[in-house]
């Protein structure tokens, strides 16, 4: 059973940054596309970014570009989400996700195991 757990959520000012992680066990990590959603309360889950299975490709939501970097090391088994310039509309519990497939996509339904999620808050 594939297990993702993610790290390094927390308090943080607008305009300042925070790197998450997200390190998963249990099943193959490296063949397979990644992703980071987030949620904020009373809003629908929603897409920020994926990474193809080698790393070469990425695709972001148009909210987060040029703001956020997500990044692999296969060898650790690990996704990372480097957030900079963060602004409180940011604030959303931040979840990774397995994909189906290798490639980089969006979508909740192409992705099949997540992991408990950190919370993020960007105060004003």
């Known amino acids: 059973q594939v297990q993702l757990v993610e790290s390094g959520g927390g308090l943080v000012q607008a305009g300042g940054s925070l790197r998450l992680s997200c390190a998963a066990s249990?099943?193959?990590?490296?063949?397979?596309?990644m992703a980071w959603f987030r949620q904020a309360p009373g809003k629908e889950r929603e897409f920020v970014v994926s990474i193809s299975w080698s790393g070469s490709s990425t695709y972001y939501a148009d909210s987060v570009k040029g703001r956020f970097t997500i990044s692999r090391d296969n060898a650790k088994n690990t996704v990372y989400l480097q957030m900079n310039s963060l602004k409180p509309e940011d604030t959303a519990v931040y979840y990774c996700?397995?994909?189906?497939?290798?490639?980089?996509?969006?979508?909740?339904?192409?992705?099949?195991?997540w992991g408990q999620g950190t919370q993020v808050t960007v105060s004003s």
């Open positions: 996700a397995r994909g189906r497939f290798g490639s980089a996509v969006a979508g909740t339904t192409n992705y099949d195991y």
């Open positions: 249990g099943g193959t990590f490296s063949t397979y596309a």
